[in-house]
């Protein structure tokens, strides 16, 4: 079965630095999506992403969050200055059509320091 | 805004027994997806089931169904014949449905960490 591929699987940073996390989605899938859990807790969304564009965010995807499809097959997700409580596990997703089920990638685990 | 809850934060059940693990939900729309995601230990999200709202047959997938009361705004999963592979963080999630493109999020209860005794 296609998976969400995510790397890397495990990031440590120093709080302010920047990160920038990628994922490669299911190939022809339409729609992706930034999930984030901090240990322990709930799943929560981030980002949705259609058509070149932002649909959906958070009130957690504020200034310092962004996101961007570099070409046919990357999703990145970028975190300006990190604090700490950005660490959390990151989950990217993706899905082939907006009422389909979302694929979930095996996570990127960021640990701010 | 849609919620969701899950009660039972945790739940044990003997091997080859059967469990039941809660989920309500909160919204004013009529047409949604609501899911059950298991987290195990390596913490991916998979999918273990999903049911829309307009059905009003309980979707089933091998050992694993579930119990869908769109009154109520309950959507509650039974494993039956229970694994030890089963145990795992399981999460309750609803999605709300759309008529065209525009990428909906899904909304996740607190979850359910279901340990399975040998």
């Known amino acids: 079965e296609p998976e969400v591929t995510q790397t890397p699987s495990h990031q440590v940073t120093q709080m302010g630095q920047e990160v920038i996390l990628r994922c490669v989605p299911i190939s022809n899938h339409l729609y992706f999506y930034w999930y984030r859990q901090i240990l322990g807790q709930k799943v929560e969304f981030l980002v949705s992403f259609y058509n070149n564009e932002i649909s959906e965010k958070s009130e957690i995807f504020d200034d310092q969050f962004s996101v961007e499809r570099p070409d046919g097959s990357n999703f990145t997700l970028k975190i300006r200055s990190t604090k700490l409580e950005d660490s959390a596990m990151y989950f990217c997703?993706?899905?082939?059509?907006?009422?389909?089920?979302?694929?979930f990638g095996s996570g990127t685990q960021l640990s701010v320091l | 805004a849609q919620t969701v809850t899950q009660s039972q934060p945790e739940m044990s059940v003997q091997e080859a027994e059967t469990v039941t693990l809660s989920c309500t939900y909160d919204?004013?729309?009529?047409?949604?997806?609501l899911f059950w995601y298991k987290q195990p230990p390596s913490r991916q999200m998979i999918l273990v089931i999903r049911?829309?709202?307009?059905?009003?047959q309980n979707a089933t997938e091998n050992r694993f169904s579930v119990n869908f009361q769109k009154a109520a705004k309950s959507f509650s999963l039974k494993i039956s014949d229970s694994q030890l592979g089963d145990a795992a963080m399981y999460f309750c999630a609803y999605r709300r449905a759309i008529s065209s493109g525009s990428a909906r999020q899904l909304t996740f209860g607190s979850g359910t960490q279901l340990t399975v005794l040998p």
């Open positions: 919204t004013s729309e009529s047409d949604y997806y």
């Open positions: 997703a993706s899905s082939r059509d907006h009422n389909e089920k979302l694929f």
């Open positions: 049911q829309e709202a307009y059905k009003q």
